[in-house]
């Protein structure tokens, strides 16, 4: 999976930085990344108690296409300078959401379901390698992205991203809501 390839790095690890630039005073952005923080942790609280209720796949769908609006929504505000008024924050903060209540933790909750038994300590390995190698190259190029071709063009790449994780998402992904291990390792027989 793409995991968090997606711009949620971008935005936690550098927040402070991105609403100082756009005219947040340093207390201001400080304030914004403790909400933002909030924010993350109670939608997490969200996907634990929905993950067996609506589903996983559900939940990564629903959640992803909520991240590709709001990743619109934060390019069009640094597009049209929108950046002072509640836009961005509204948009940012619905990204946490979306992003707190399905591909944060559901990947991690599938990686360990969906492998066969016999390979699955190595398949989660080589998944989590890739998940941190992908959080690694977000944090190192969003800085140079958000330099090179500004905050609009930055955030439709992700937003680009986010299309083909959905598109992944609904063609690629097995629902594994309810059932065993045994279950899901059958189905990939089929």
Known sequence: MFSQITGINAIIYYAPEIFKGIGFASESAFMQTVLIGAINTIFTFVALWLIDKAGRKTL????????????????????FNLTNGPWLILFI??????FASSLGPIPWVMISEIFPTRTRGIAMSFCTVVLWIGVLAVTQF?????????????????????IVLL???WKKTPETKQRTLEEIEQSWKQ
């Open 93 to 98: 903060l619905a990204y946490i959401a979306c």
């Open 167 to 169: 598109w992944f998402v």
């Open 60 to 79: 990564l769908q629903w959640g992803v296409a909520g991240m590709i609006v709001c990743l619109l929504g934060v390019g069009l505000c640094f597009h």
């Open 142 to 162: 969003t800085p140079v992205l958000l330099q090179r071709v500004g905050g609009s063009y930055t955030f439709w790449i992700f937003m680009i991203n986010a």
